[in-house]
């Protein structure tokens, strides 16, 4: 697959004109999880940051998902038989997987940045094992998504989930552990090396000690103990005190807020515009604007994400199809543009398959996270999203292959549902679930290949082609059409164009 160069020199000027199809599907794409043909079609020619500020609006207002009635159970709450305990705890785990990932599906922005945060604050289920400390942390990302980044590291580094994977259980005043300091500012703030010495680092560690009282059941919350805290003076980025956790957190974004902007500012932008952000256009006005929003707006996330998303640089041409979909992204995307009906088993199966593509639910593959875009095409895994997505369609196709044609007519319009050209059906479709339709004028003959398929004589294509007033061929009646779409969407799920957003 071709590797996009960013070539975007749009600026971060608000967008003025209305928006087109294309935009509008661009928008729902990097903002959620795509959308369905009804969705685009009554926003095309809106303004572009009327758009953003009600997704943005809606994404503020969304309360996070409810606290399932084990959110704070220990142990003592599970059967003492091992078996129908670890039984109980994955029918838990299984219940509120499927609950958020609906939540990804239908709260659009909301979650796709807790999502994204999931990325960024790196936790692994499979290292902390509770499911309350699961909640919790979901929570946390739900409720700060859109907040303010500084609040936001303060609340994540003390989730139980955080404490027990980076170790903060085991930071004792007299044995500091520097796993969680280590990666505050290399992972969750500044990024490697930039505004940080070791020092600071071992110096951090101290300050955060004391959080180790676990109680003796299992999945009990993490309390603090000042008799485990490290009291004496410690020097954090040039500044001497006895500091504690909150003056950890003073001290990095007061003294190091433009690097800590900076390093934010470009991990939205690769996220949500483009995945290379490193040339000089780029750093020197859309980065480094972004960041001058975040610190003018003392680290709230929204203003930044308004600024970017409503701006010419999101919507410019050589912005659209250039981020290659991770697994979720592959699955859930197809559901939303199709509007095929799905169900839980549906969901279930999606996320089983992003974990076979190396994208598994509450566990990145380490603390760095999922590393995105070409990890997603290897050998292995293109073949495997190849496979996977003709199963997808097959169950679809199974439960109701009527829908196929209702996509269909839904692609065309109204005022084509009755068309007798397949020209007309294959454009709509391949323009519905690729960002840009086809590169070549042969890959999309190829399309209208899979298209008409063979049981179908070519004279029964077309407006000349009539019986009894009739054309041969019609997308809202002959029965062939579900099966015709079918077997274009499964042409198209393998084409390099529909594995880009």
């Known amino acids: 697959m071709e590797y996009f160069v960013n070539c975007n020199t749009s600026t971060l000027a608000p967008y003025a004109n209305a928006l087109s199809k294309e935009q509008v599907e661009h928008l729902y794409r990097r903002l959620g999880f795509s959308a369905s043909v009804q969705l685009v079609n009554s926003q095309i020619g809106q303004n572009a940051g009327q758009l953003v500020d009600s997704l943005i609006n809606q994404a503020q207002n969304l309360p996070p998902i409810a606290a399932p009635v084990w959110a704070t159970w220990n142990n003592s709450n599970y059967p003492e038989d091992e078996d129908a305990r670890r039984t109980l705890m994955r029918t838990q785990r299984s219940e509120f997987s499927l609950t958020y990932t609906n939540s990804m599906l239908n709260n659009t922005l909301r979650d796709r940045l807790s999502f994204f945060w999931s990325n960024h604050f790196v936790t692994e289920l499979d290292v902390y094992e509770c499911n309350a400390f699961l909640y919790e942390y979901i929570n946390c990302l739900q409720r700060n998504a859109l907040g303010n980044f500084r609040t936001f590291v303060s609340e994540i580094g003390l989730t139980n989930a955080m404490l027990y994977y ?87 974004f007061t003294q190091r807020s433009n690097e800590i902007a900076e390093f934010i500012s470009r991990k939205l932008y690769e996220f949500f515009v483009h995945p290379d952000s490193k040339e000089d256009f780029i750093n020197n006005t859309i980065i480094s604007g972004m960041a001058a929003t975040l610190v003018a707006n003392n680290f709230e996330i929204a203003p930044v994400l308004a600024q970017l998303f409503k701006s010419e640089h999101f919507f410019d041409d050589d912005a659209i199809g250039v981020i290659i979909k991770s697994p979720f992204d592959l699955y859930f995307n197809f559901i939303k543009e199709t509007n095929f009906s799905y169900t839980d088993t549906t969901i279930e199966t999606a996320v089983n398959y992003s974990d076979l593509l190396g994208q598994t639910l509450f566990d990145p593959v380490d603390v760095a996270g999922w590393q995105r ?43 084509n549902s009755n068309t007798s050209n397949p020209e007309t059906v294959v454009r709509a479709i391949v323009e519905k679930i690729t960002p840009k339709g086809m590169y070549t004028e042969e890959e999309f003959n190829n399309c209208m290949s899979a298209f008409k398929i063979d049981d179908i004589p070519e004279i029964y294509y077309g407006p000349d082609y009539i019986d009894g007033g009739q054309s041969l061929w019609v997308l809202s009646i002959t029965p062939s059409v579900p099966n015709q779409v079918q077997l274009l969407l499964k042409h198209l799920s393998r084409q390099p164009e529909f594995q880009l957003k």
């Open 166 to 252: 980076l170790d903060g259980v085991f930071n004792n005043g007299n044995n500091p552990n520097e796993n969680y300091s280590r990666e505050l500012y290399e992972l969750f703030t500044l990024g490697d090396e930039n505004g940080y010495t070791e020092e600071d680092i071992i110096e951090a560690a101290k300050a955060l000690t004391g959080y180790v009282e676990r109680g003796e059941l299992g999945c009990e919350a993490v309390q603090f103990n000042p008799e485990r805290h490290d009291a004496g003076s410690k020097t954090i980025m040039g500044q001497t005190g006895n500091w504690g956790y909150d003056d950890v957190i003073d001290i990095l």
């Open 373 to 415: 875009d070409r990890q997603w095409i290897n050998t292995n895994f293109i073949i495997g999203r190849w496979l996977t997505l003709l199963d997808v369609i097959d169950g679809f196709y199974q439960a109701d292959e009527e829908q196929f044609r209702t996509f269909a007519m839904d692609a065309v319009g109204a005022a």
